[in-house]
């Protein structure tokens, strides 16, 4: 049989040691579970503790203490079988000495393990340790040669929530009344469609403007491929094209030269247009490259878990140090590398050939007749002058719509849905060439007639830079040119 002095927290701070799994400790040895003075009296005294839970598992503690005392044998079965456990209490001593010169005897622990060590000294024969969760136990048991048991983490109860834990799930407990009450309004935004982001990175390529004389030489490397035509006198091949009955016709026709205003018209506005044209683009290309990279989409999902629906709700956007909002409206398109290409030089004027009786203009001249007819088309005026009416669920802009690139964005909608998918709003986040930004952010805040606090959500923003080289992407533009005509 294996005896163990009794620590206070086994009574304390484990389950009921009625119900502890002791066969996990014995090694298949019975049990002797001695409760020392020191251990009495300790919970003798935590038994008037108020009414925490230590001082709830005291008075239990003395209970079962009481009732092994009230025995004739002062001893209180446990366990019957498997193994065999038995709770009492050691042969009172007199600690006037500490039996090991590492004692205190003023300290309650050191006192059970004193009565422990005696114990030993009594019954050399029996095996007897302390059994104890305490770390401070353990190592002056072990000083004085004395064997431990630790009890195992999975006897210890829950931890009892503290004064602050109370609080918290009290907190906890009010917030989920209030939910039930009021509507709750959550924000979280979104990029590329389905990743949540805590916080926005844009990386922005800088472009330098081309310089004056980095355009005068492009612009001379394209004019030299397609100068302007000054030989107006080739005569183009006869149409060859014509139907089977036509081309009897062929020999009645003659040679008209393009006219003196289809040729000024040439020279003097198309061609010196076209250059101007990609002088234009030349000149604004490296505020083209950039645009893209100061721009990233986002998506702001708005949404109420509470438990009624937000009334009169109003959702603002507010954009800082130098961010625009912008939308995108039915006829803009996605801006591609295509928009950055030279545009292709203008034709020449060409004389043609024409027959005499010029049946071919007779016959563009009824089409043309058939074109100026106009088509009727009548106003619906009704649907027109009908008032629209406002869906009670949906957001409208507050007051209007601004400006397609402007800082605040607000929005209002008379009852906003509880429990229901989150309201979409997609934005591009502009970041503008005027001043270098590094940091910046969006704020949205949304309040409304039956919230008890506005809701402010921040998305920081950090912006990085690279440069881009802007006269390689213009030499590529010039030779794409160059090689396609």
């Given at each position: 049989?294996?005896?163990?002095?009794?620590?206070?927290?086994?009574?304390?701070?484990?389950?009921?040691?009625?119900?502890?799994?002791?066969?996990?400790?014995?090694?298949?040895?019975?049990?002797?579970?001695?409760?020392?003075r020191?251990?009495?009296?300790?919970?003798?005294?935590l038994?008037?503790?108020?009414?925490?839970?230590?001082?709830?598992?005291?008075?239990?503690?003395?209970?079962?203490?009481?009732?092994?005392?009230?025995?004739?044998?002062?001893?209180?079965?446990?366990?019957?079988?498997?193994?065999?456990?038995?709770?009492?209490?050691?042969?009172?001593?007199?600690?006037?000495?500490?039996?090991?010169?590492?004692?205190?005897?003023?300290?309650?622990?050191?006192?059970?393990?004193?009565?422990?060590?005696?114990?030993?000294?009594?019954?050399?024969?029996?095996?007897?340790?302390?059994?104890?969760?305490?770390?401070?136990?353990?190592?002056t048991?072990?000083?004085?040669?004395?064997?431990?048991?630790?009890?195992?983490?999975?006897?210890?109860?829950?931890?009892?929530?503290?004064?602050?834990?109370?609080?918290?799930?009290?907190?906890e407990?009010?917030l989920?009344e209030?939910?039930?009450?009021?509507?709750?309004?959550?924000?979280?935004?979104?990029?590329?469609?389905?990743?949540?982001?805590?916080?926005?990175?844009?990386?922005?390529?800088?472009?330098?403007?081309l310089?004056?004389?980095?355009?005068?030489?492009?612009?001379?490397?394209?004019?030299?491929?397609?100068?302007?035509?000054?030989?107006?006198?080739?005569?183009?091949?006869?149409?060859?094209?014509?139907?089977?009955?036509?081309?009897?016709?062929?020999?009645?026709?003659?040679?008209?030269?393009?006219?003196?205003?289809?040729?000024?018209?040439?020279?003097?506005?198309?061609?010196?247009?076209?250059?101007?044209?990609?002088?234009?683009?030349?000149?604004?290309?490296?505020?083209?490259?950039?645009?893209?990279s100061?721009?990233?989409?986002?998506?702001?999902?708005?949404?109420?878990?509470?438990g009624?629906p937000?009334e009169?709700?109003?959702?603002?956007?507010?954009?800082?140090?130098?961010?625009?909002?912008?939308?995108?409206?039915?006829?803009?398109?996605?801006?591609?590398?295509?928009?950055?290409?030279?545009?292709?030089?203008?034709?020449?004027?060409?004389?043609?050939?024409?027959?005499?009786?010029?049946?071919?203009?007779?016959?563009?001249?009824?089409?043309?007749?058939a074109?100026?007819?106009?088509?009727?088309?009548?106003?619906?005026?009704?649907?027109?002058?009908?008032?629209?009416?406002?869906?009670?669920?949906?957001?409208?802009?507050?007051?209007?719509?601004?400006p397609?690139c402007?800082?605040?964005?607000?929005?209002e909608?008379?009852?906003?849905?509880?429990k229901?998918?989150?309201?979409?709003?997609?934005a591009?986040?502009?970041?503008?060439?005027?001043?270098?930004?590094?940091?910046?952010?969006?704020?949205?805040?949304?309040?409304?007639?039956?919230?008890?606090?506005?809701?402010?959500?921040?998305?920081?923003?950090?912006?990085?830079?690279?440069?881009?080289?802007?006269?390689?992407?213009?030499?590529?533009?010039?030779?794409?040119l160059v090689?396609?005509?």
């Amino acid at each position: 049989m294996k005896v163990l002095f009794a620590d206070t927290n086994l009574f304390l701070q484990c389950r009921d040691i009625k119900e502890l799994p002791w066969d996990e400790i014995t090694g298949g040895d019975d049990l002797l579970l001695l409760v020392p003075r020191a251990v009495q009296e300790e919970i003798d005294r935590l038994k008037h503790d108020g009414n925490s839970r230590r001082a709830r598992r005291a008075k239990k503690a003395n209970a079962l203490i009481r009732e092994i005392v009230l025995k004739d044998d002062t001893k209180l079965v446990l366990c019957a079988t498997n193994p065999y456990v038995e709770v009492s209490f050691p042969p009172s001593v007199n600690l006037k000495k500490p039996p090991h010169n590492v004692l205190d005897l003023t300290r309650s622990d050191d006192r059970i393990i004193a009565e422990a060590i005696l114990y030993k000294k009594s019954n050399p024969s029996m095996y007897v340790s302390l059994i104890t969760h305490d770390t401070n136990p353990i190592l002056t048991a072990k000083r004085c040669n004395l064997p431990v048991i630790v009890i195992p983490d999975d006897w210890l109860l829950e931890p009892e929530p503290d004064q602050k834990d109370k609080k918290l799930a009290a907190l906890e407990k009010r917030l989920a009344e209030l939910e039930r009450n009021f509507p709750s309004i959550t924000v979280n935004v979104v990029k590329n469609k389905d990743q949540q982001i805590q916080n926005l990175a844009v990386k922005i390529t800088r472009y330098p403007a081309l310089t004056d004389d980095q355009i005068d030489d492009l612009l001379n490397i394209v004019k030299a491929k397609f100068p302007m035509a000054t030989d107006f006198t080739t005569e183009p091949k006869r149409n060859s094209a014509l139907p089977l009955g036509h081309k009897a016709m062929i020999i009645n026709q003659r040679y008209e030269p393009p006219t003196e205003s289809a040729i000024k018209k040439y020279q003097e506005k198309e061609y010196p247009k076209w250059v101007q044209s990609m002088q234009k683009l030349l000149q604004d290309l490296a505020a083209r490259l950039e645009t893209p990279s100061r721009n990233v989409e986002i998506s702001l999902l708005i949404a109420n878990e509470g438990g009624v629906p937000a009334e009169n709700l109003v959702v603002e956007f507010d954009a800082t140090s130098g961010l625009f909002l912008k939308y995108s409206d039915d006829e803009e398109q996605t801006e591609d590398n295509e928009q950055h290409l030279l545009p292709s030089p203008p034709l020449p004027p060409k004389g043609k050939w024409v027959d005499f009786h010029n049946f071919r203009s007779i016959l563009d001249q009824t089409s043309a007749y058939a074109r100026i007819v106009p088509e009727n088309h009548y106003l619906n005026l009704p649907s027109i002058l009908r008032k629209q009416q406002r869906d009670k669920h949906t957001f409208y802009w507050k007051p209007e719509r601004p400006p397609k690139c402007f800082p605040h964005w607000a929005y209002e909608c008379e009852e906003f849905r509880h429990k229901v998918e989150p309201e979409e709003f997609n934005a591009t986040i502009y970041v503008t060439p005027d001043i270098e930004i590094q940091r910046a952010s969006v704020k949205c805040r949304v309040t409304a007639k039956n919230m008890p606090e506005p809701l402010n959500y921040v998305l920081p923003v950090v912006i990085d830079y690279e440069t881009g080289d802007t006269l390689q992407i213009a030499m590529n533009l010039v030779d794409s040119l160059v090689h396609s005509n």
